[in-house]
């Protein structure tokens, strides 16, 4: 029952990895995106999204009562901390990457945001989509 309701928010953590695991050479650089700051907005955009499909995930699921009770806190807990691990780990684990505290700040905005705007996005989309 658990699974059948954060097996998106699963997917998503998962496609995140794989992409903060491509080595930095194989990652198109195009100049007036750099000048933007456009990293910092897709990842607080994958972030937004990954925190809403895991407070949806957390809400639905009724294997874990209190983490029911607790889905927003919990689902922007988790996904901050995965953040910050995936950073950890593109400075010491992937090849051709490294860890940037700016990132780290732009995956936690985009959890902060999608808490925040969990509700609006819930009634727009969501209610049709996982039940």
């Known amino acids: 029952m658990f699974f ?3 097996w998106w928010s699963m997917l ?3 496609i995140i990895l ?3 695991g491509i080595p930095g050479r194989d990652i198109p650089h195009i ?3 750099e000048l933007l700051s456009f990293d910092k907005f897709v990842h607080a955009g994958i972030f937004m999204v990954l925190v809403v499909l895991t407070i949806r995930g957390f809400t639905l699921q ?3 009562p209190k983490l029911q009770a607790s889905a927003k806190a919990a689902a922007c807990i988790s996904c901050i901390v995965y953040g910050g691990l995936l950073e950890v780990m593109q400075g010491t684990l992937f090849e051709g990457r490294s860890a940037d505290i700016y990132d780290f700040i732009a995956n936690s905005f985009g959890c902060i945001v999608g ?3 969990y509700k609006r996005i819930e009634r727009i989309f969501l209610v ?3 039940r």
Request: hydrophobic content about 60%; aromatic content about 24%; proline content about 0%.
């Open 4 to 6: 059948r309701y954060t």
């Open 12 to 14: 998503w953590a998962l």
């Open 18 to 20: 794989i992409l903060c």
């Open 31 to 33: 100049s007036f995106l």
């Open 62 to 64: 009724k294997n874990f």
């Open 115 to 117: 808490l925040l705007l």
């Open 128 to 130: 049709h989509f996982i």
